[in-house]
Antibody, heavy 122, light 110 residues
Framework: QLQLQESGPGLVKPSETLSLTCTVS??????????WGWVRQPPGKGLEWIGN???????YYHPSLKSRATISVDTSKKQFSLKLRYVTAADASVYYCVRRVTTVTTSWFDTWGQGTLVTVSS | QSVLTQPPSVSAAPGQKVTISCSGSSSNIGNNYVSWYQRLPGAAPKLLIY???KRPSGIPDRLSGSKSGTSATLGITGLQTGDEADYYCGTWDSSLSAEVFGGGTKLTVL
């Protein structure tokens, strides 16, 4: 059974860079119909998609975060990572790593990590 | 503000049926498939419905999804206390070129 596990600091200072890694187990990171990505949920608010990456390195980002976010993949370690630069209090959220199933016409998120809470504070 | 609109909360008695609506526009629900997710307290979101009305393996048939125009609906019959959770709809928005979600609906089983 595929499992995703987030790791990284739970506290980031304002204006610094948030860095999270997701480790994939129980399945391949190189599947042809799968993208790997990040979704976050600020306290008391809804889900927000951050971006996705294909195992080849192709990336897609939410337009509002594109200038600050970078998602990368290391297939040898079965890991993908998120870096979000210049964080503010608005970036404080539970961050989930996800697998996105993608076909020609549709997509959905079929696997989610447990989530990791990131607080932004000096 | 979320791109997709859901009621903040719904409630019903055990054994009853409940529906959760998700409203969007032609750039998202109107021309793309909808998925639904359940987030139990303290747990990660879980896929319930994809492609508007398909259930992944292991999801009981008392859960159903439908779509009409620019709105989608999640239905749950035979409500159980274990169904108490937050429910989210999601889809692709072709104008934003982004995945979008609803703000979530809290289901209370009275």
């Amino acid at each position: 059974q595929l499992q995703l596990q987030e790791s990284g600091p739970g506290l980031v200072k304002p204006s610094e860079t948030l860095s999270l890694t997701c480790t994939v187990s129980g399945g391949s990171i190189s599947g042809s119909n799968y993208y790997w990505g990040w979704v976050r949920q600020p306290p008391g608010k809804g889900l927000e998609w951050i971006g996705n990456i294909y195992y080849s390195g192709t990336t897609y980002y939410h337009p509002s975060l594109k200038s600050r976010a970078t998602i990368s993949v290391d297939t040898s370690k079965k890991q993908f990572s998120l870096k979000l630069r210049y964080v503010t209090a608005a970036d404080a959220s539970v961050y989930y790593c996800v697998r996105r199933v993608t076909t020609v016409t549709t997509s959905w998120f079929d696997t989610w990590g447990q989530g990791t809470l990131v607080t932004v504070s000096s | 503000q979320s791109v997709l609109t859901q009621p903040p909360s719904v409630s019903a008695a055990p054994g009853q049926k409940v529906t959760i609506s998700c409203s969007g526009s032609s750039s998202n629900i109107g021309n793309n498939y909808v998925s639904w997710y359940q987030r139990l307290p303290g747990a990660a979101p879980k896929l319930l419905i994809y492609d508007n009305n398909k259930r992944p393996s292991g999801i009981p048939d008392r859960l159903s999804g439908s779509k009409s125009g620019t709105s989608a609906t999640l239905g749950i019959t035979g409500l159980q206390t274990g169904d108490e959770a937050d429910y989210y709809c999601g889809t692709w928005d072709s104008s934003l070129s982004a995945e979008v979600f609803g703000g979530g609906t809290k289901l209370t089983v009275l």
